[in-house]
């Protein structure tokens, strides 16, 4: 077994063809977060991005792979890093399905991994399951929620009315309401203009200063990385601008990406002047409906407790936050200034009340940013 690290943009196509092959026979999801256009795209945007590649094989003296021999990746991890030897999941921070796509049956030792990487410390916050090289050292798992459409809307549309009667009737009556008292409601699940995803950018950074979180489009190559993959139209990784308008006028949007069977939500927003009709709600909704006649058979909404996942949910995938180390100073110094922030966040988060109480409070940080 042969490790060699590249940057995105050396991966030649053969090898991202051999990547594709392997998420496609992993029996994993298709999420298009593991595909390797996410990765190309974060390449463009963080120079600190690489790739591990993983081959099998002997080799010549002269490093050459032996004719005969069980040649081409095994196995590509995409990270990032720095010159202290910390690594990260590619795009940790905004990617909600991270890990490597390696050959099935593959027996991978994680510390050689690293050490061939130079990397003394890797971290991770939505590991998917199945990833048996890393889950061991993983510190929590988390449930992200998932919409079944894969026996067309209207089966998934019977699971709702059955499991969240009262939020079906009140959201589908909004609709209506909307429709009568502001102007016809059209939806476009695969919106082209660029003038929508400026707009939902928007409504998203205020959202975030509202509810006193970090605003992640203050960051140059979270914009940056959205437009390029608004820009991205490949069968596993393509991005998607789902846009719900009153007459012409945008209410909601939501950018995320899509695979053939998998679409992963990432930035949903709405105009606050319409919130009393809950247009993300209805935009969902129609995006599941708009999902299934395109052969969508999971929305992943993404990990992190929130109301309108749990009325909207028929599942759950597991996924995984933690670090791989190995011993040294760097790894010690890390856990040092990581693991008492990372303890404290589980406290509060899986305590009702206290959870309750924080949010309360960043909310309260939140206007008075705004002010």
Not at 223 to 247: F, I, N, Q, W
Not at 315 to 337: D, Q, W
Not at 344 to 356: D, E, G, Q
Request: with cysteine; glycine share 10%; aromatic share 8%.
């Amino acid at each position: 077994m042969r490790i060699r690290v590249l940057s995105p943009g050396e991966l030649n196509e053969g090898q991202l063809d051999a990547w594709r092959a392997l998420r496609a026979t992993s029996g994993a999801p298709m999420n298009p977060f593991m595909e390797p256009e996410f990765t190309l795209a974060v390449g463009r945007v963080r120079p600190a991005a690489r790739v591990a590649v993983i081959t099998e094989g002997p080799e010549g003296a002269d490093g050459a792979e032996v004719a005969g021999a069980t040649t081409g990746a095994s196995g590509f991890l995409p990270y990032e890093t720095n010159t202290l030897g910390h690594g990260r999941a590619i795009g940790l921070g905004v990617s909600d399905s991270q890990g490597a796509a390696l050959r099935p049956g593959l027996r991978l030792a994680a510390r050689e991994l690293m050490r061939a990487c130079s990397l003394s410390v890797l971290e991770f916050d939505n590991l998917e399951e199945g990833q048996a090289s890393f889950v061991p050292d993983m510190a929590e798992e988390f449930a992200s929620p998932v919409m079944h459409t894969g026996d067309g809307f209207e089966a998934y549309e019977a699971v709702l009315r059955e499991r969240s009667p009262k939020f079906y009737r009140t959201t589908t009556a909004k609709e209506r309401r909307l429709g009568r008292q502001v102007g016809e409601v059209r939806f476009v699940f695969d919106e082209r203009d660029p003038a929508a995803l400026a707009k939902l950018m928007e409504w998203k950074s205020a959202q975030y200063r509202r509810t006193g979180r970090r605003d992640r489009f203050a960051k140059d190559w979270v914009r940056d990385l959205v437009h390029l993959l608004a820009e991205t139209r490949r069968p596993g990784c393509s991005g998607v601008l789902s846009v719900l308008y009153v007459g012409d006028r945008p209410v909601a949007a939501h950018f995320g990406l899509r695979s053939r069977t998998v679409l992963s939500c990432w930035f949903p927003a709405y105009d606050t002047e319409f919130a009393k009709y809950s247009p993300g709600l209805i935009l969902h909704l129609r995006m599941a409906e708009a999902a299934a006649a395109e052969g969508i058979g999971m929305l992943d909404l993404g990990r992190g407790a929130a109301e309108y996942k749990d009325s909207l949910k028929t599942g759950a995938l597991t996924v995984y936050e933690g670090s791989l180390t190995r011993p040294g100073p760097r790894a010690a110094l890390h856990r040092l200034s990581r693991e008492p922030a990372r303890r404290a966040h589980s406290f509060v988060r899986n305590r009702p009340k206290l959870a309750s109480l924080a949010q309360r409070t960043l909310n309260q940080v939140g206007r008075v940013r705004d002010r």
